[in-house]
C-alpha cells in the first residue's frame, strides 16, 4: 500500500524551512528519501532503518517514529537547489523493493 | 562507473507496435528495478530482479507487458503490443545492498 505524503506541495523563499511528512496505515519497515528534480531521475538522500532513528546531512534531516508509522524529512535554510520533488518509499528491507509516495512538490523563491 | 545506463532515452510509437527498453545496471549491483512514472499514478514498481531472477512481479500491469534480465548487466523490458496508456517514463534502477537504488535517466515513451 502506498504511503501518504502531506503536504502535496509547498512553496517557500530561500532560508524558510519545511517539513514533508509520510506516514502509512501499514507498518513502516525502513523508509527511503528520495529527490527528483524535473526531467531527471530520482536520487537518493537517505534511509532510515528502525524506530527513532535520526538521520541528516547539509541542511536535510529526517526522523522516523516507527509507532506512529511516519517519516519526516526536514530543510532547514532552505536554497534553491532544493527544489524538487521529494518521495519517501517504505518496504522491508529483505524484500528490497520499495513503494513510494505520490511525492511532494517543494519551490524555493529567491 | 557510468551509472545506470537506459536506452533509448525518448520512444514515440503507434498504438499496436513493440516496444522494447533495455537497461544496463551499474557493474556489481544485484538488484535490479523497472519503474513507471506518470502523473496520474507516480512512481510504481513493475518488477524487481534479485541475481538475475525475477522476484516480484506483481506491478506488471498486464499480459503486454514482460520482462527480462538474461545476465547480470543487461535487463530488457517489453510492451507488445503498446497502447496509448502505457505512455510514461520508465525507470530503471539498480542496488547492491538493501539500501540506496541508483536510478537510470528513465526512458519517456509515448505510444500515439
Known amino acids: 500500500q502506498q504511503p501518504v505524503q502531506s503536504p502535496q506541495a509547498v512553496i517557500l523563499r530561500e532560508g524558510e524551512d519545511a517539513v514533508i511528512n509520510c506516514s502509512s496505515s501499514?507498518?513502516?519497515?525502513?523508509v527511503h528519501w528520495y529527490r527528483q528534480k524535473h526531467g531527471e531521475a530520482p536520487v537518493f538522500l537517505m534511509i532510515?532503518?528502525?524506530?527513532?532513528e535520526q538521520k541528516g546531512h547539509d541542511k536535510i534531516s529526517a526522523s522516523f517514529n516507527e509507532k506512529k508509522q511516519q517519516s519526516s524529512l526536514y530543510l532547514t535554510a532552505s536554497q534553491l537547489s532544493y527544489s524538487g520533488t521529494y518521495f519517501c518509499?517504505?518496504?522491508?528491507?529483505?524484500?528490497?523493493?520499495?513503494?513510494f509516495g505520490s511525492g511532494t512538490q517543494l519551490t524555493v523563491l529567491p | 562507473d557510468a551509472g545506470v545506463i537506459q536506452s533509448p532515452r525518448h520512444e514515440v510509437t503507434e498504438m499496436g507496435q513493440e516496444v522494447t527498453l533495455r537497461c544496463k545496471p551499474i557493474s556489481g549491483h544485484n538488484s535490479l528495478f523497472w519503474y513507471r512514472q506518470t502523473m496520474m499514478r507516480g512512481l510504481e514498481l513493475l518488477i524487481y530482479f534479485n541475481n538475475n531472477v525475477p522476484i516480484d512481479d506483481s506491478g506488471m500491469p498486464e499480459d503486454r507487458f514482460s520482462a527480462k534480465m538474461p545476465n547480470a548487466s543487461f535487463s530488457t523490458l517489453k510492451i507488445q503490443p503498446s497502447e496509448p496508456r502505457d505512455s510514461a517514463v520508465y525507470f530503471c534502477?539498480?542496488?547492491?545492498?538493501?539500501?540506496?537504488?541508483?536510478f537510470g535517466q528513465g526512458t519517456r515513451l509515448t505510444v500515439v
Open positions: 532510515l532503518l528502525k524506530g527513532g
Open positions: 501499514k507498518a513502516l519497515y525502513s
Open positions: 518509499g517504505t518496504g522491508r528491507l529483505s524484500a528490497r523493493q520499495l513503494t
Open positions: 534502477a539498480s542496488s547492491f545492498a538493501p539500501t540506496e537504488a541508483f
